[in-house]
């Protein structure tokens, strides 16, 4: 059903990868390690020898379940595989183990960050083929290599109803997915793959519409869109006549080529595959699998802007995070919840990412930011220390407390003291002073900034500024 009201219409088939042990029909391992020799992680399953015979991951399932339950679609009551016939290298049993007649899931939602609803199709469970590997490139190859290491892997595929109607929302559709996989712990946005396909057409064509095969990951998804809307315009403007077809993503070059212009459904002769039993979704497998399912990104934002007075946008940012969100729910029961909001939102955030990390890979406990905050909330360190500690915290975890006592890094309350070294400063920087005097209030910033040196941080900025213009007029 298209969207007659927009001028772009796009619907979006995204492939995902799940975080499990093992492969989704054999026990070979999912993933493998950095730079491991190509099929190596492989047997008679995954390579597709005749006569194998497919085990169900029920982990695998379980994830899938999962995402099912998170975007409240409808379960079916079997899960049933069929064979997907096709001939290429990449699938060397000849068909793709996957859904088809009966998906896992149907009629489910997504919201975006503008809270518009994106309606889902379908989710169902497939294997992932393997890599064709082009040794010099797509186009120069004279030969291409099939590594059998990824064959086999876990997949979801969601299909989303084409409610979307630009290339941004189609980006923020992929990020609000991801968010909702990280939160159910089902996939590792460092190690496994997401990608996705989409249709993609414009009012002035009718509606004709473009596939775009194998995006990944939600800058590219928009890059992508935005490259084809543009061509697709441009033809139609030259009084060419777009035609349905598959087209590839080149994000070296940065266009949409054509691959094929043929291609339905009907052509892959689905069946039913007979080596593998219908399983039923019983409510009481549901119900358990209800049991552990976390709180999501939108019931903490809910939660943080209503019950614990947090403006939105910093909430947005916090629960987006589900380790960032459980630490803010531990540290504001001990502190001040707008300045556990502050401290993770920018402070932590900010050294996290200068040093390319998350939270998980530091040993960065709840417990060292409640102290943290507390010795900020007790002025008994300045904010500029607490930074300082916060950039040390991310290598290592130590003993705040003494560190602060050892370092001698308690704020400097005594008046007599900060007095001495703004007098120093002043006779320091001359220059700085009659400009300041002359009316040129940036000028102290610089005076201010001589005497946290002296201080090493410990003297609180707005302190010394109330001083200096004392001392100064
Ligand atoms: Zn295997
Ligand atoms: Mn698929």
């Given at each position: 059903?298209?969207?007659?009201t927009?001028?772009?219409?796009?619907?979006?088939?995204?492939?995902?990868?799940?975080?499990?042990?093992?492969?989704?029909?054999?026990?070979?391992?999912?993933?493998?390690?950095?730079?491991?020799?190509?099929?190596?992680?492989?047997?008679q399953?995954?390579?597709g020898?005749?006569?194998?015979?497919?085990?169900?991951?029920?982990?695998?399932?379980?994830?899938?379940?999962?995402?099912?339950?998170?975007?409240?679609?409808?379960?079916?009551?079997?899960?049933?595989?069929?064979?997907?016939?096709?001939?290429?290298?990449?699938?060397?049993?000849?068909?793709?183990?996957?859904?088809?007649?009966?998906?896992?899931?149907?009629?489910?939602?997504?919201?975006?960050?503008?809270?518009?609803?994106?309606?889902?199709?379908?989710?169902?469970?497939?294997?992932?083929?393997?890599?064709?590997?082009?040794?010099?490139?797509m186009?120069?190859?004279?030969?291409?290599?099939?590594?059998?290491?990824?064959?086999?892997?876990?997949?979801?595929?969601?299909?989303?109803?084409?409610?979307?109607?630009?290339?941004g929302?189609?980006?923020?559709?992929?990020?609000?997915?991801?968010?909702?996989?990280?939160?159910?712990?089902?996939?590792?946005?460092d190690?496994?793959?997401?990608?996705?396909?989409?249709?993609?057409?414009?009012?002035?064509?009718?509606?004709?519409?473009?596939?775009?095969?194998n995006?990944?990951?939600?800058?590219?998804?928009?890059?992508?869109?935005?490259?084809?809307?543009?061509?697709?315009?441009?033809?139609?403007?030259?009084?060419?006549?777009?035609?349905?077809?598959?087209?590839?993503?080149?994000?070296?070059?940065?266009?949409?080529?054509?691959?094929?212009?043929?291609?339905?459904?009907a052509?892959?002769?689905?069946?039913?595959?007979?080596?593998?039993?219908?399983?039923?979704?019983?409510?009481?497998?549901i119900?358990?699998?209800?049991?552990?399912?976390?709180?999501?990104?939108?019931?903490?934002?809910?939660?943080?802007?209503?019950?614990?007075g947090?403006?939105?946008?910093?909430?947005?940012?916090?629960?987006?995070?589900?380790?960032?969100a459980?630490?803010?729910?531990?540290?504001?029961?001990?502190?001040?919840?707008?300045?556990?909001?502050k401290?993770i939102?920018r402070?932590?955030?900010?050294?996290?990412?200068?040093?390319?990390?998350?939270?998980?890979?530091?040993?960065?406990?709840?417990?060292?930011?409640?102290?943290?905050?507390?010795?900020?909330?007790?002025?008994?360190?300045?904010?500029?220390?607490?930074?300082?500690?916060?950039?040390?915290?991310?290598?290592?975890?130590?003993?705040?407390?003494?560190?602060?006592?050892?370092?001698?890094?308690?704020?400097?309350?005594?008046?007599?003291?900060?007095?001495?070294?703004?007098?120093?400063?002043?006779?320091?920087?001359?220059?700085?002073?009659?400009e300041?005097?002359a009316?040129?209030?940036?000028?102290?910033?610089?005076?201010?900034?001589?005497?946290?040196?002296?201080?090493?941080?410990?003297?609180?900025?707005?302190?010394?500024?109330?001083?200096?213009?004392?001392?100064?007029?």
């Open positions: 059903m298209v969207n007659f927009s001028d772009i219409v796009i619907g979006l088939e995204i492939h995902v990868e799940l975080k499990t042990d093992s492969k989704l029909f054999c026990s070979c391992k999912r993933s493998g390690t950095e730079g491991e020799e190509p099929n190596t992680r492989t047997c399953v995954c390579l020898h005749p006569g194998s015979k497919p085990v169900l991951n029920k982990k695998a399932v379980e994830f899938a379940i999962k995402l099912a339950l998170a975007t409240d679609s409808k379960i079916a009551e079997e899960l049933i595989f069929s064979r997907k016939s096709y001939f290429y290298p990449d699938m060397s049993k000849n068909y793709q183990i996957t859904q088809y007649e009966v998906p896992l899931a149907t009629d489910g939602k997504i919201k975006l960050e503008s809270k518009k609803e994106i309606g889902l199709v379908r989710i169902h469970m497939e294997e992932d083929p393997a890599a064709l590997v082009h040794p010099a490139g186009k120069d190859s004279k030969y291409v290599l099939v590594d059998y290491n990824r064959s086999g892997d876990p997949l979801v595929e969601v299909v989303t109803k084409p409610d979307l109607t630009s290339p929302e189609a980006r923020d559709f992929m990020k609000q997915l991801i968010t909702i996989l990280e939160y159910l712990e089902i996939f590792d946005v190690n496994c793959i997401i990608k996705a396909d989409a249709n993609i057409s414009i009012k002035e064509s009718s509606y004709t519409r473009a596939e775009i095969k995006i990944t990951g939600f800058k590219e998804i928009e890059r992508a869109l935005n490259y084809e809307v543009a061509r697709q315009k441009k033809e139609v403007e030259e009084g060419k006549k777009i035609v349905q077809e598959t087209r590839a993503w080149d994000s070296e070059k940065g266009i949409t080529f054509s691959l094929r212009t043929k291609e339905t459904e052509d892959y002769g689905y069946i039913v595959d007979p080596n593998l039993v219908k399983i039923d979704l019983t409510k009481e497998w119900n358990e699998i209800k049991k552990q399912m976390p709180e999501l990104a939108h019931e903490k934002l809910a939660k943080f802007t209503k019950e614990h947090i403006k939105e946008e910093m909430a947005k940012v916090i629960s987006k995070d589900k380790a960032l459980e630490m803010f729910e531990a540290v504001s029961t001990a502190v001040n919840p707008e300045l556990a909001a401290w939102r402070e932590l955030t900010r050294v996290l990412n200068y040093n390319k990390k998350k939270l998980k890979d530091t040993e960065i406990k709840e417990s060292h930011m409640i102290e943290l905050l507390k010795l900020i909330e007790e002025k008994k360190i300045t904010e500029t220390v607490a930074q300082r500690i916060i950039e040390k915290l991310v290598e290592k975890s130590f003993d705040i407390g003494r560190y602060v006592k050892e370092q001698g890094l308690e704020t400097v309350s005594d008046q007599g003291e900060i007095e001495k070294l703004c007098k120093e400063a002043i006779k320091e920087a001359p220059q700085a002073v009659e300041y005097k009316g040129k209030e940036k000028a102290l910033n610089f005076v201010v900034g001589i005497v946290m040196k002296k201080s090493r941080g410990k003297a609180s900025p707005k302190e010394v500024n109330e001083i200096l213009k004392k001392l100064i007029y």
